[in-house]
């Protein structure tokens, strides 16, 4: 097995200074997820943490897709060459193809030897959660009509020994899957995938028509390796670190949460389908991987990467001028950045226009120039301070229907959606250059001078 997943990205990440190893002791409830916060919010490396106080002794990792510099070292590529790489990706699926070696299966238990939060370290992130969440697992299920697997990201909180409540949004495939299962009085199959190829977290991310399984591959340029899992006819990624298996019952709602969204809020509690646990297997040395929940990555994968592709494409239509794009993670991904080589006076308005329509998510889209950085929260707000008259350059559309778990949207789901002309006016450009200083290395001039966080996403 050429790709060893997880490992192998991890080492990648060591290899550019993304990653260190953290020894000291850290509590498995709210600590942990406070370090890993804390560290994608200073923008620094990640941890792998090896001293989190539980018995099973795994190894745990959260936020490896937390951070643009990450993302693009999983997609080999430039920041500005993601979304590029992501369309063609999914204009070049490669089908998965089946293995034998499934290194996941060096340790199996099933029936009653099966006790999650005893074989497995479940993170309660934070104390305003429910509880313990499975967040960072793939969840693979089957249609039944067609066969094809599905992967999707659902939250799920542990309820017992092997029972977890399993959230599915109305408009995902595994919600069709479950409620025609349903509607034939049969459990939904399904098998969780914890610790990926960051290739094949980036593609659960997404909704395609296809398995996405077959995005994962073209993503890495080649197909994505499977296994078969034990007490359930699905296949999982074979270099999976932790795979756990079982059935989502039919008619059964049980409730579920609260949970911290990717708005920043806690969500509610949910009437939510129940999964039984039917095994566990996981590797020898396993890492557990999680995503703390309303962190940079939890937008990362939920609405950032699936929809920036969509969101240049869309604008791309209007204009032949966009630079690049970006849906910012520190706004919960409701905030479209499009920077332009402007020709026309009234392109960014038709720019503006076109993001807010690419998807219901999209609040707030920001039209800037070339010369600011839309990666960079300051350099964002420094071009809407500076080139936006209130008067002339904001366009309002009242009543657009908006995204759910936004508290401004209104019981009929509507709310104000607004578009912001932040690009310099054509006739004074060359007479307004942007004041800039070279770069340096501060480690050349202080110890620890590069070890410092960045404002940055």
Aim: aromatic share 6%; charged share 25%.
């Amino acid at each position: 097995m050429n790709n060893d997943g997880l490992r192998t990205f991890l080492k990648k990440l060591e290899d550019h200074g993304e990653l260190v190893t953290i020894d000291r002791p850290v509590a498995l409830d709210f600590e942990f997820a406070s370090v890993v916060e804390t560290m994608l919010q200073e923008r620094r490396p990640i941890g792998l943490f090896t001293n989190v106080d539980h018995p099973s002794e795994m190894a745990l990792v959260g936020g490896v897709l937390g951070d643009i510099r990450r993302i693009a070292l999983a997609l080999d590529c430039t920041e500005k060459e993601m979304n590029d790489r992501l369309t063609q990706a999914q204009e070049n699926l490669i089908d998965p193809v089946v293995v034998d070696d499934a290194p996941f299966r060096e340790n199996q238990f099933t029936g009653e030897d099966v006790r999650l939060q005893e074989l497995l370290p479940i993170p309660r992130h934070n104390e305003g959660d429910g509880g313990a969440f499975i967040t960072g697992g793939i969840m693979i299920t089957k249609d039944p009509v067609s066969g094809r697997q599905n992967y999707s990201f659902n939250r799920m909180q542990v309820k017992g020994d092997r029972k977890v409540g399993v959230v599915m949004n109305e408009w995902r495939h595994i919600a069709r899957f479950y409620r025609d299962m349903e509607s034939r009085d049969m459990r939904l199959p399904c098998a969780v995938a914890i610790g990926v190829d960051p290739a094949v977290e980036i593609a659960a991310g997404f909704r395609i028509e296809d398995d996405e399984g077959a995005l994962a591959g073209a993503i890495n340029g080649k197909a994505l390796e499977l296994a078969s899992c034990g007490t359930v006819d699905l296949h999982v990624p074979a270099a999976t670190e932790i795979v756990v298996e079982g059935f989502i019952r039919p008619h059964l709602r049980e409730d579920e949460g609260p949970l911290a969204e990717f708005t920043g809020h806690y969500g509610e509690i949910w009437k939510a389908p129940v999964m039984d646990v039917t095994a566990v297997s996981f590797r020898n040395g396993a890492i557990y991987q999680t995503i703390v929940p309303a962190s940079f990555e939890h937008v990362y994968i939920g609405n950032v990467l699936p929809r920036e592709p969509m969101l240049k494409k869309m604008v791309s239509h209007v204009s032949p001028n966009i630079l690049n794009v970006h849906l910012t993670p520190y706004s919960g991904g409701f905030l479209a950045v499009i920077s332009i080589d402007k020709k026309n006076a009234g392109e960014p308005k038709n720019i503006g226009m076109a993001a807010l329509m690419t998807h219901v998510n999209i609040k707030m889209a920001v039209v800037v120039d070339g010369d600011v950085d839309i990666h960079n929260p300051s350099d964002v707000l420094w071009a809407m301070s500076t080139r936006v008259d209130g008067n002339r350059d904001i366009l309002i559309a009242p009543y657009a229907q908006g995204m759910e778990n936004d508290p401004t949207t209104g019981p009929d789901g509507t709310h104000t959606k607004v578009s912001f002309d932040a690009t310099i006016d054509l006739k004074i450009r060359d007479d307004y250059r942007r004041v800039r200083y070279p770069k340096v290395d501060l480690s050349q001039y202080y110890p620890g001078g590069s070890e410092g966080g960045s404002s940055r996403d």
